[in-house]
């Protein structure tokens, strides 16, 4: 049972336009929630996170917005560059991060310079 | 200030062997998680240790997986009796407590021949 969905396993974007990365997740008990960018042959790097009390983050170029009735969020680059070509982690847990994270399947971002 | 040391970063043993993989955690974070990632698949959670004490093994396989977390020296989960299905990526993470704030090794690529 898929608890957190990244429906699209790909997504391609030219350089300097938006990328949007989208996470549904099915246990309404998920209260914290992380976007995690993974390379080739390297562990998942922490980007950006946001608890359920809010409805966005912003930090820099990344920007989280969390939908909590739609238990929806999404991950917004912007501008795009190539180094942002990446596979990306949506994570989810429960008790304000106290559990164990429960990730999805991840999405590869292609950006095309 | 050295990340999450993981080795061996390949490991190959034919069926029926065991597996050890190593793990490092930053200087000063005692809990350690581990994850494991299948192909294609996101990253699934193990089991979450501080020092001398497993916190949490709800995913660990019932069989032949094992961790440790000693006073001294490196995390270790073991594999005993590999089978095929045990090949995969296994990333190990630390953090300074229990939130999800962590930084993840660059992972031990298991492949059983």
């Known amino acids: 049972d898929q608890q957190v969905k990244q429906n699209s396993p790909s997504l391609s974007v030219q350089e300097g336009r938006i990328s949007i990365l989208n996470c549904d997740y099915t246990?309404?008990?998920?209260?914290?929630f992380l976007w995690y960018k993974k390379y080739p042959a390297e562990g998942p790097t922490f980007l950006i996170s946001i608890s359920s009390i809010k409805d966005k983050n912003e930090d820099g170029r990344f920007t989280v917005f969390l939908n909590k009735s739609a238990k929806h969020l999404s991950l917004h680059i912007v501008p795009s560059q190539p180094g942002d070509s990446a596979v990306y982690f949506c994570a989810a847990s429960r008790n304000s991060g106290n559990t164990p994270l429960v990730f999805g399947k991840g999405t590869r971002l292609s950006v095309i310079a | 200030n050295a990340g999450v040391m993981q080795n061996p970063r390949h490991l190959v043993r034919r069926r029926g062997q065991e597996a050890r993989l190593r793990c490092s955690p930053m200087?000063?974070?005692?809990?350690v998680y581990w994850y494991r990632q299948l192909p294609e698949e996101g990253l699934k959670f193990m089991v979450y240790?501080?020092?001398?004490?497993?916190?949490?093994e709800s995913g660990m396989p019932k069989e032949r997986f094992s961790a440790e977390f000693p006073k001294e020296g490196p995390s270790i989960l073991r594999i005993q009796q590999v089978v095929r299905g045990d090949s995969a990526a296994y990333f190990c993470?630390?953090?300074?407590?229990?939130?999800?704030?962590?930084?993840f090794g660059s992972g031990t690529r298991l492949t059983v021949v």
């Open positions: 240790l501080q020092k001398e004490n497993i916190i949490d």
């Open positions: 200087k000063g974070h005692s809990h």
């Open positions: 246990n309404s008990m998920f209260d914290y």
């Open positions: 993470a630390s953090s300074p407590d229990r939130r999800n704030g962590y930084t």
